[in-house]
Every structure is written in C-alpha cells, then in structure tokens.
C-alpha cells in the first residue's frame, strides 16, 4: 500500500497506475463527507465534523466509496482501493 500524507494543500493521490515510484499530483477538492458519505454541497456537517474530532473517516471523500478501516490504540488507517491509505 501507499501511505499517502494529507498536507495542507489538500490531499495527494498517486499518478498513473498507483506505483510508489510514480511522482504525486493532488486530488480535486474533497466532493463527499467522509463520515456519513452524502455530498458536502448539500449542506452543513456539523454533526459530522464533531464526531470526526473522535472516530475515523469511513468514506472516501474523493469518490464515495466505503473505505476499510482499522483501529489500533496508537491511531488508525482507512484504505480507499482508488485513492490509498491515509493514517491518523
């Protein structure tokens, strides 16, 4: 898997066929909230964000599909099959 870093220009994705040697580009602004998977344009996510403070994203945010997510006691991952892992 690719670990990929959030930075703060927003998110970056592999290039190409998703090879670790393959250079980054960053991802189009995120469409969908990532914890109840319904789109951001339709309103506000307060509840979302405020449980977000304490549980792992479950949706890719970039194409809406359900992500796999693990919790360890030292953080948690959540792996998109199109965009990568991202840790937290």
Not at 21 to 45: K, T, Y
Not at 62 to 78: E, F, I, L, N, Y
């Amino acid at each position: 898997m690719t670990e990929l870093v959030e930075p703060a220009a927003g998110p970056l994705r592999p290039r190409g066929g998703g090879h670790a040697d393959d250079q980054r580009e960053p991802a189009a602004a995120p469409r969908w909230c990532d914890r109840c998977g319904e789109s951001v344009a339709a309103g506000p996510h307060e509840a979302c964000a405020a449980a977000r403070a304490l549980e792992p994203p479950r949706w890719c945010a970039h194409c809406r599909r359900r992500m796999k997510v693990q919790v360890v006691p030292t953080g948690w991952s959540a792996v998109c099959v199109e965009h990568g892992e991202i840790r937290g």
